[in-house]
């Protein structure tokens, strides 16, 4: 049995079908968006908190939240630098903003 030879308007077809199933997939549920905040992320009270098993529970001090907050502060230095027109932005060696991540830190631990 020979095999027939696909058109060229019908892989058009299937791609273009393609195409429109992803882009359906891709759509978030009204269920998912109620997860998100308003620029589109996860809201962090949304994420799933696992049952944590009771030889883990000393674990459970550690503040994944709370660590994301820290991770701001930090970040936001950098983004400082970037702001005031730096070319090259960030918490460099041997620039004011590494610096200030020195303060921050030292203000952090004295806390």
Do not use: C
């Not at 759509?27 to 883990?56: E, H, I, K, T």
């Amino acid at each position: 049995m020979a095999k027939r030879p696909v058109s060229a308007a019908t892989r058009v077809v299937l791609i273009s079908g393609l195409f429109v199933l992803l882009a359906w997939a891709s759509v978030p549920s009204a269920q998912d968006r109620r997860l998100l905040d308003s620029n589109g992320y996860v809201r962090d009270d949304a994420y799933a908190r696992p049952l944590v098993p009771a030889a883990d529970q000393k674990y459970l001090k550690i503040d994944g939240l709370k660590m994301k907050e820290t991770l701001k502060e930090v970040v936001a230095i950098s983004l400082k630098s970037r702001d005031d027109g730096n070319k090259y932005w960030g918490r460099i060696a041997g620039t004011k903003d590494e610096a200030m991540v020195h303060d921050w830190a030292e203000a952090k631990v004295k806390k």
